[in-house]
């Protein structure tokens, strides 16, 4: 199988993944700026979690533009990255509606941190094919913004039963040090494509 394939067949899944949060912000039955308001608490989770879905979606596109060739194991590792990708509507939504309890943000929490593991390991296997000496493996590095992002998750996880806003913190925090596009393996695959004659 070709990557473009992979990546079709997951860009359509992620396309529906962000459908259905949409879908779980509920219009309100009264037309009132109040009725409106309450729905604040809902639509930032909607927000952040788009956001997330948005960076997954941007990395996971350069990560397999970089992918030399799919294996078997490479499309279990994409998956089940998938696989935790989709259970992020539900935590939004759950959070969402109980914004101030504790097992919600915390639930939050984990299903940020499972996705961040499959794609560490799609990522290794990845690299894995193309090579320890390639500019895959050249352009991720230490990968410091990888290896901080669990602990975070696991922070905002221990958090949520003392202070659950400490821990949307920490989530927000993560959101915003991925939200500036990380460009390193983008780089890499222009500066070994050949130009055009």
Not at 40 to 47: A, D, E, G, H, W
Request: glycine share 6%; with cysteine; charged share 10%.
């Amino acid at each position: 199988m070709r990557p473009e394939r992979l990546s079709a067949f997951s860009d359509g899944v992620i396309a529906i993944i962000i459908t259905i949060m949409v879908l779980e912000l509920k219009v309100p039955h009264e037309a009132t700026l109040h009725a409106l308001f309450e729905l604040t608490p809902l639509f930032l989770s909607y927000v952040l979690s788009f956001i997330y879905v948005g960076i997954y979606w941007n990395n996971h596109h350069h990560l397999l533009h970089a992918c030399p060739r799919v294996t078997g194991g490479i499309l279990w590792a994409n998956m089940h990255l998938l696989f935790w990708l989709s259970l992020i509507p539900f935590a939004t939504a759950w959070m969402g509606e109980n914004h101030d309890a504790n097992l919600p943000v915390a639930v939050y929490g984990f299903v940020l941190l499972m996705p961040a593991i499959a794609y560490y390991i799609l990522q290794s296997l990845i690299v894995h094919i193309a090579g320890p000496h390639s500019q895959l493996a050249h352009a991720l590095g230490a990968d410091i913004k990888g290896k901080l992002s669990p602990l975070f998750y696991l922070g905002g996880m221990a958090l949520a039963f003392v202070a659950p806003w400490g821990s949307k913190a920490l989530y927000v925090a993560v959101a915003l040090m991925w939200l500036v596009p990380d460009r390193r393996i983008e780089k890499a695959v222009q500066d070994h494509t050949p130009a055009p004659r």
